[in-house]
């Protein structure tokens, strides 16, 4: 009720009220959480959120915080990667993509480091890819690391249609390595991450093997609009 009317569009979902801004594009979720105890001394608690469905259930953004920040630490360029994704998954709705904090902890299990942004995302999403997919010998599923442990965060997302993308991405991804010019794999990243990831800045022109550009060519510029 407190939020009624503070924009044009205000959705109800199962956690939280989402006060949506600026032509849909912006928008503020807000959960209620409560503690039973309040003092320093009882951070340990896990503090209940509220859920439509399920009345009050256990969960710790902090502590999810504390576990990425912890996975993020001196890997500046994990953050970028989960960018990437998150951008990516955002691109591709609808049909359902996994959020944010799924992207996130896949990101975050199967990060492996290289130079340059495009190498470690090809890498990092074909690490997930053989976890999750069964064609590669994988197990669908994805675990929360902090409270509910238990809790799969991959089972309300479709199967087919998040692998399907995925080994969309990968093989768009692998082709940008080897494309003669820059402008060419700039554009097969962009099909996929969208046009918050852009290629004005490159020239038309550059040729070359693009697997041989430096960071600033192709993604490490480009980190930001990702958002």
Request: net charge positive; hydrophobic share 30%.
């Given at each position: 009720?407190?939020?009624?009317?503070?924009?044009?569009?205000?959705?109800?979902?199962?956690?939280?009220?989402?006060?949506?801004?600026?032509?849909?594009?912006?928008?503020?979720?807000?959960?209620?959480?409560?503690?039973?105890?309040?003092?320093?001394?009882?951070?340990?608690?896990?503090?209940?959120?509220?859920?439509?469905?399920?009345?009050?259930?256990?969960?710790?953004?902090?502590?999810?915080?504390?576990?990425?920040?912890?996975?993020?630490?001196?890997?500046?360029?994990?953050?970028?990667?989960?960018r990437y994704l998150k951008a990516w998954c955002d691109n591709k709705q609808p049909p359902k993509m996994p959020s944010?904090?799924?992207?996130?902890?896949?990101?975050?299990?199967?990060?492996?480091?290289?130079?340059?942004d495009d190498e470690a995302l090809i890498e990092t999403?074909?690490?997930?890819?053989?976890?999750?997919?069964?064609?590669?010998?994988?197990?669908?599923?994805?675990?929360?690391?902090?409270?509910?442990?238990?809790?799969d965060l991959l089972e309300k997302y479709p199967q087919e249609t998040f692998l399907k993308h995925l080994s969309a991405l990968i093989e768009s991804g692998d082709q940008a390595l080897y494309a003669e010019r820059a402008n060419d794999a700039c554009k097969k990243w962009q099909l996929h991450l969208g046009n918050r990831f852009v290629c004005s800045s490159i020239e038309e022109n550059m040729l070359g093997n693009a697997k041989s550009f430096e960071k600033s060519d192709v993604m490490y510029a480009n980190a930001k609009s990702a958002q």
């Open positions: 009720s407190a939020l009624n009317n503070h924009t044009n569009n205000i959705t109800d979902k199962n956690t939280c009220v989402r006060v949506i801004y600026s032509n849909e594009v912006k928008h503020i979720d807000l959960p209620i959480y409560y503690k039973t105890n309040s003092k320093a001394e009882y951070y340990d608690e896990i503090p209940c959120l509220a859920h439509k469905g399920s009345g009050w259930i256990e969960s710790d953004p902090y502590k999810f915080v504390q576990w990425f920040s912890g996975k993020a630490k001196n890997q500046d360029q994990l953050k970028r990667i989960v944010g904090l799924v992207m996130t902890i896949l990101a975050s299990n199967h990060y492996l480091s290289k130079e340059r999403l074909k690490a997930i890819r053989k976890d999750i997919d069964p064609n590669y010998g994988g197990v669908y599923r994805c675990y929360r690391p902090t409270p509910k442990t238990t809790e």
